[in-house]
């Protein structure tokens, strides 16, 4: 199966500072790559759609000042959480799809990354 | 609008026990419908998948068929183990986005 990574897998920071997770599609071009949130004992929670070459396309009620998300290459999307409050702790997940969203159904998801922000 | 709804868990199964997580949706057009696994400290997992009516994914035991009259995709297994203690959610494929169940956590005792 395809295998996707994330960087970091957990991130302690302080509250007020800005952190930045890559996620990378490792087995082939990642047109779309999406955004999630997990919070405990909930599903997931889709943050943003972002397509390689032009802006993310958020979900209503996510700030996008406060996510920022670059899709630079096919291969790579980062999040940055910018000026984290603790209220932004959770467990955020990226996922790829092979082709362009509508084209093929499944996504493949990286591990993962715990944000705690003190 | 489009909507799946799982039943809530813990489901609390004996090893070898017969497994049924139920799994609804509401969705205009035909959708795709998948589930997903995520076992304790590990990222999503596709489990199976089923793109049209009367499909039958199948994976690692696990079973789900596409009924579209009865609009219900329940994940089945005929004997559980212990290491398929894990948190399964359903979700449909509608307008190039994912939609969630909120996830069933599933305990197998051995």
């Known amino acids: 199966g395809a295998v996707v990574s994330q960087h970091p897998s957990w991130v302690i920071c302080k509250s007020g500072t800005s952190v930045k997770i890559e996620c990378r599609s490792l087995d082939f071009q990642a047109t779309t790559m999406f955004w999630y949130r997990q919070f405990p004992k909930q599903s997931l929670m889709l943050m943003a759609t972002?397509?390689?070459?032009?802006?993310?396309?958020?979900e209503q009620g996510v700030e996008k000042d406060k996510f920022l998300i670059n899709h630079a290459s096919l291969t790579l999307s980062t999040l940055t959480v910018t000026s984290a409050h603790p209220e932004d702790s959770s467990f955020y997940i990226c996922?790829?799809?092979?082709?362009?969203?509508?084209?093929?159904?499944?996504?493949?998801f990286g591990p993962g990354t715990r944000l705690t922000v003190l | 609008g489009n909507s799946v709804t799982q039943m809530e868990g813990p489901v609390t199964l004996s090893e070898e026990a017969f497994l049924t997580i139920n799994c609804t949706y509401t969705a205009t057009g035909y959708p795709s419908l998948f589930w997903y696994v995520q076992y304790p400290g590990e990222g999503l997992q596709l489990l199976l998948k089923?793109?049209?009516a009367d499909d039958k994914g199948s994976n690692k035991g696990f079973e789900a068929t596409y009924r579209k009259e009865t609009t219900s995709f329940h994940l089945e297994k005929g004997s559980v183990q212990v290491s398929d203690s894990a948190v399964y959610f359903c979700?449909?494929?509608?307008?190039?986005?994912?939609?969630w169940g909120a996830g069933t956590k599933l305990i197998i005792k051995p």
């Open positions: 979700a449909l494929n509608s307008n190039y986005q994912l939609i």
């Open positions: 972002s397509n390689e070459g032009s802006k993310a396309t958020y």
């Open positions: 996922s790829v799809t092979r082709r362009p969203a509508g084209l093929t159904d499944t996504q493949y």
């Open positions: 089923a793109t049209k």
